[in-house]
Nanobody, 134 residues
Framework: ELRVMESGGGSVQAGGSLRLSCTAQ??????????VAWYRQVPGDECELVSS???????YYSDSVKGRFIISQDNGKNWVYLQMDNLKPEDSAVYYC??????????????????????????WGRGTLVTVSS
């Protein structure tokens, strides 16, 4: 069931910036009580957890994006953002917003471009494409 939706992808030159946005979809009202993550995948390759925050507020960044990306949300918890600065060609991928509400579910899988992606987040958006050219 589609309960999140992401947007904000596009094409940029290396060194540029993009901000991705994710919003909760009905029947969910907002991200209160949710753990939210941004994944990315080059189609056909393994997925990568880029950034996330837990229901307790702990924040994670992959080593490849530390210092360049920031995950955040608005005060009403209606939106989750991924600010991406100093983009590199290797950041090019389809970016997915994913979430779970309440206690973390057991680890499951989602099929992305025919590749199984392991995740504790059970609700996923359709993805938004980011292309960084050199």
């Amino acid at each position: 069931e589609l309960r999140v939706m992401e947007s904000g992808g596009g094409s940029v030159q290396a060194g540029g910036s993009l901000r991705l946005s994710c919003t909760a979809q009905s029947p969910m009202v907002n991200f209160d009580g949710a753990g939210v993550a941004w994944y990315r995948q080059v189609p056909g390759d393994e997925c990568e957890l880029v950034s996330s925050f837990s229901t307790e507020g702990s924040v994670y960044y992959s080593d490849s994006v530390k210092g360049r990306f920031i995950i955040s949300q608005d005060n009403g918890k209606n939106w989750v953002y991924l600010q991406m600065d100093n983009l590199k060609p290797e950041d090019s991928a389809v970016y997915y917003c994913a979430a779970h509400w309440g206690p973390s579910p057991t680890i499951g899988t989602v099929q992305l471009s025919g590749v199984s992606c392991a995740s504790k987040h059970n609700y996923w958006g359709r993805g938004t494409l980011v292309t960084v050219s050199s």
